[in-house]
């Protein structure tokens, strides 16, 4: 069975300063994508970045990197200088590109960032 | 070019109460989805579809069912509503190919079962 963690349920950090977020997954499949959304309280889903099983260099799109290592299955996301509009739920999914593209989504990480 | 549109946004039922809701995609895309999304919990997908007039269950479809009569159209029906599925639902669509293309999501609606 497919699974995503993410073991932090809520995080706080200091408007400017870095921050990851955890996730790993599980899947015997041997072709994925990793992906991570951010929900602020508005409620929608935005796409932030994404990561082939295949690919060999972590993705980064502006701020935000993904630090994957596949060996022990984890996929972090990282902010870097954070801002208070970063405030927000964030959620790992992982997609399996054999199977329909279906998304296995995280509980999600609620971040806070102070000023 | 609207991307997913859901409608409606926000509903309120009494138990029992049967209601449809509308997803519609303007990107050609294959692929729909509806998941629901619970506090404390990520989304989880309840059924899907990969093409006009097809459909399967995804994680969760018990007291849903669904339609893809148009490629574009994805319905989610209640039939008779339970407290239990108090909840936001997400619509999201997709490309066939995979890669880097993600799932395109709706605004959602929340969806209140008294």
């Known amino acids: 069975a497919q699974k995503i963690t993410q073991t932090q349920p809520g995080m706080f950090v200091q408007e400017k300063e870095a921050v990851t977020l955890d996730c790993t997954y599980d899947t015997s499949d041997p072709s994925y994508g990793l992906f991570w959304y951010k929900q602020p309280s508005s409620g929608e889903m935005i796409f932030l970045i994404y990561?082939?099983?295949?690919?060999?260099q972590n993705a980064t799109e502006g701020r935000y990197s993904l630090n994957f290592q596949k060996a022990r299955k984890s996929a972090n996301l990282v902010i870097s200088a954070s801002q208070l509009g970063d405030s927000a739920m964030y959620f790992c999914a992982m997609r399996l590109e054999n199977n329909f593209n279906k998304f296995y989504f995280g509980s999600g990480t609620k971040l806070n960032v102070k000023p | 070019n609207a991307g997913v549109t859901q409608t409606p946004k926000f509903r309120v039922l009494k138990t029992g109460q049967s209601m449809t809701l509308l997803c519609a995609q303007d990107m050609n895309h294959e692929y729909m989805y509806w998941y629901r999304q619970d506090p404390g919990m990520g989304l989880r997908l309840i059924h899907y579809s990969v093409g006009e007039g097809t459909t399967a269950k995804g994680e969760v479809p018990d007291g849903y069912n669904v339609s893809r009569l148009k490629k574009q159209n994805f319905l989610l029906g209640l039939e008779s509503a339970a407290p239990s599925q108090t909840s936001v639902y997400f619509c999201a669509s997709s490309a066939q190919r995979g890669g880097k293309d993600t799932q395109y999501f709706g605004p959602g609606t929340r969806l209140t079962v008294l």
């Open positions: 990561q082939g099983s295949y690919d060999q």
